[in-house]
């Protein structure tokens, strides 16, 4: 991202960009601050493909029609999967770009293995946008709602990343609500938080098996019940549960073998919010639990696909088992 940054200010771009990973909003960031700094109002050397409509020829043809009246040539590729699969042609095509060409691609997911990722990473430069840890999120929450005049309570900070998770966009969405709901008083508190922000059912989900841990199977049938009023189905969110447990049980194996938090952040490709929070509720279960539990869940999931129980029920016999452990 410096790099980026520093490219802006020096006016002195590289002929290939690849930015890729989970975190959208800082990949649409900076995809932005590049096309405002590279293209301004010039519309007429500036090209745009994004899913679909990124055909290699077509991609390659624009990159190869010289600029008008300019010295510069900008093209951004968005989602175009490239990354994934074999593409001897552009991969082969990027060694030797013009020198008026700034080729910017855009990507969810890459293959550090794929010949096209490895021309780029020779060529340009490559930066991965990852979900940003807790004590970058808060001072980002501070810094937006600051620039309003609004000041916020960290225990306020911790409640919005708790309800919305890691995610830039979600968290920017519930801020917009928040500085709507306080700006006259100019300051957010978790009480605000309780009654603006909107909880994801990912958060939901985590609150549910937390409640399984602590044998509180009322609550934990009371989040279900939140969930079904939500119009979730039975199915995402057995889903989710198992994704839950799974995510436990990953963390809590490789915490064993005492990795780090960060290195197991990297590992299952996960922000470093939701693994701290994977390792604190891993510790009430125990591996026998956690593998029992998923082997449950997934005679629920194949008795409900054959007819032979009711999502909603099979779910709820799920939640009532594992809350009244002992």
């Not at 060529?123 to 810094?143: C, K, P």
């Not at 709602?145 to 916020?152: E, F, V, Y």
């Not at 009023?229 to 963390?251: C, D, H, T, W």
Request: net charge neutral.
């Amino acid at each position: 991202m410096k790099v980026i940054a520093q490219d802006i200010k020096n006016n002195d771009f590289k002929k290939v960009y690849l930015i890729y990973g989970e975190e959208e909003y800082l990949k649409r960031q900076y995809r932005d601050k590049l096309k405002t700094a590279l293209v301004g109002d010039d519309t007429m050397n500036y090209a745009y493909f994004k899913e679909a409509e990124c055909d290699v020829k077509e991609i390659i043809d624009t990159c190869d029609t010289m600029p008008f009246f300019s010295d510069r040539k900008t093209v951004i590729v968005e989602n175009s999967g490239f990354f994934k699969k074999s593409n001897d042609e552009l991969a082969n095509y990027i060694k030797n770009l013009p020198d008026y060409i700034v080729l910017i691609f855009i990507e969810s997911e890459i293959d550090k293995r794929n010949k096209l990722y490895k021309a780029v990473s020779n060529v340009g430069y490559v930066t991965e946008m990852t979900y940003q840890s807790v004590a970058v999120l808060r001072t980002w929450i501070a810094t937006v709602l600051k620039a309003k005049d609004i000041r916020i309570t960290a225990n306020a900070c911790d409640d919005i990343i708790s309800k919305t998770g890691s995610s830039m966009n979600l968290i920017k969405m519930e801020l917009d609500k928040l500085e709507s709901y306080c700006l006259e008083k100019k300051e957010v508190t978790t009480k605000d938080v309780e009654e603006i922000v909107s909880t994801q059912t990912e958060s939901h989900i985590f609150d549910m098996v937390e409640a399984i841990a602590n044998c509180d199977q009322k609550k934990a049938l009371k989040l279900y019940y939140e969930l079904l009023a939500l119009k979730e189905s039975p199915m995402r969110i057995l889903f989710l549960i198992v994704r839950q447990y799974n995510g436990m049980l990953q963390v809590k194996e490789m915490n064993s073998r005492h990795i780090s938090s960060k290195d197991i952040a990297a590992a299952i490709k996960l922000p470093p919010f939701v693994i701290n929070k994977y390792l604190n509720q891993s510790k009430k279960f125990s591996m026998e639990q956690i593998k029992d539990a998923l082997e449950y869940f997934a005679d629920i999931e194949e008795g409900v696909k054959s007819g032979k129980l009711n999502d909603k029920m099979g779910i709820e016999l799920a939640i009532v088992k594992y809350s009244s452990l002992v």
